[in-house]
């Protein structure tokens, strides 16, 4: 399966601000990860981080304020979230993890390129989002949802939303 490339659907004022250069940290092995932590107090540690999976399938990690679309310096991407890291048995293993990203709306069938970017990585991981979010954009009011409780209706309108993915209308 062809994965989806996610194009950057939030607020324009953001895709404007976006500096070259200032993209998240490529993690690539955990020694990466070890030296990007560096220097990082036990607190920001402990806190979900902002994650991307850029096109070509690497892990980029920010701090968790960061929005998602500079951690992927205004490109695309495979996967987008927030995680959290847990320090067990002498390594750093991802704890929690979503795809709770505003700026790209990725839908939950991007764990198969979420999890091949953290399997490169070297790093352990909970088989699957510990917390996935379901997003949807209203095909009458065009408004994105998140779907709670498996009620597929807009929350603004009360029109039923469609079962795939369709947040990006040029997608
Ligand atoms: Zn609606």
Not at 22 to 38: K, Q
Not at 60 to 66: C, E, F, K, Q, T
Not at 119 to 144: I, K, M, Q, Y
Request: hydrophobic share 35%; proline share 8%.
């Amino acid at each position: 399966m062809t994965e989806r490339r996610y194009r950057y659907v939030g607020p324009a004022d953001l895709l404007s601000a976006v500096k070259p250069g200032e993209e998240g940290h490529a993690i690539g092995s955990p020694g990466d990860l070890i030296r990007w932590f560096t220097g990082r107090d036990a607190a920001e540690l402990a806190e979900p981080f902002t994650y991307v999976v850029d096109l070509t399938g690497t892990l980029r990690l920010a701090p968790r304020r960061s929005e998602h679309v500079a951690c992927a310096g205004g490109a695309p991407v495979l996967g987008a979230g927030e995680l959290t890291f847990r320090h067990e048995r002498g390594r750093w293993i991802v704890y929690e993890i979503s795809n709770q990203s505003t700026g790209y709306c990725p839908d939950v069938t991007t764990w198969p390129a979420v999890r091949d970017a953290l399997d490169r990585a070297g790093l352990a991981h909970p088989g699957d989002f510990t917390h996935p979010v379901v997003f949807r954009r209203c095909p009458a009011c065009d408004e994105r949802n998140v779907v709670r409780d498996d009620d597929y209706h807009c929350v603004f309108c009360d029109t039923e939303l469609p079962a795939a993915w369709n947040v990006d209308p040029r997608a």
